[in-house]
């Protein structure tokens, strides 16, 4: 599965939109790009996940760069319960492995 | 969300002693995965176990490592003599309703002294 880079830390002001980038420039095309978060010392919560199209849910949407080498995730209108760490993960098996990053630490502040 | 639950939340012993972590998964599934994460470290993969075989492990699933499903409800991990370096936040997950996402539960935080 291809290495996914993103931001080590990000700060977001409550209400405003966080956007959430992560570079996956070797990806291949049967790989997918998946979103996790971790509240801190939390499981892992599942976000969304994408392919070539842009993806929508209750919880965020996911911006899929035509060439597809990176994407966004946009929590529209973050809150205080948002500060976590966010993980971009390249996969190309749903029943597969996941291989955790760093993640981009997101804070939100009042 | 779909809830996956574990026992103990928290477990401590003694180095070299025994321990059995639980996980009741999401009904009906046959796959699960269970995860680590040492304190102030990355998520890292164990073991993948479907259909009551380990499908895949990483290095860290050595030979004091083992997994099992005793009755269909509920799969365990067993590290069978704890070292220090076994403390850690220990998740299960399993693949949801439409079995491309994992869910994960809330671990469970072994101390080992």
């Known amino acids: 599965d291809a290495k996914t880079t993103q931001p080590t830390s990000m700060d977001c002001a409550e209400g405003r939109a966080a956007n959430l980038p992560c570079n996956h420039s070797?990806?291949?095309?049967?790989?997918?790009v998946y979103w996790y978060r971790q509240i801190h010392s939390q499981g892992p919560q599942y976000i969304i996940h994408?392919?070539?199209n842009n993806e929508t849910n209750e919880m965020a949407s996911l911006i899929i760069t035509e060439d597809r080498k990176s994407s966004t995730l946009i929590l529209p209108h973050a809150t205080l319960r948002d500060t976590a760490v966010y993980y971009c993960?390249?996969?190309?098996?749903?029943?597969?492995?996941?291989?955790f990053g760093a993640g981009t630490q997101v804070v939100v502040t009042p | 969300e779909p809830e996956v639950t574990q026992t103990p939340s928290h477990q401590v012993t003694q180095m070299g002693q025994e321990v059995i972590l639980r996980c009741v998964p999401i009904?009906?599934?046959?796959?699960f995965y269970w995860y680590r994460q040492i304190l102030g470290q990355k998520v890292e993969f164990l073991v993948s176990?479907?259909?009551?075989?380990?499908?895949?492990k990483s290095e860290i699933f050595d030979d004091q490592f083992s997994v099992e499903r005793p009755d269909g409800s509920n799969f365990t991990l067993k590290i069978r003599s704890t070292k220090l370096e076994d403390s850690a936040m220990y998740f299960c997950?399993?693949?949801?309703?439409?079995?491309?996402?994992?869910?994960f539960g809330p671990g469970t935080r072994l101390t080992v002294l």
């Open positions: 993960i390249a996969l190309t098996d749903s029943w597969g492995k996941l291989q």
């Open positions: 070797t990806i291949s095309g049967n790989e997918y």
């Open positions: 994408g392919l070539k």
């Open positions: 009904s009906n599934h046959l796959y």
């Open positions: 176990f479907y259909n009551n075989e380990i499908s895949e």
């Open positions: 997950a399993t693949p949801g309703y439409t079995a491309d996402t994992q869910y």
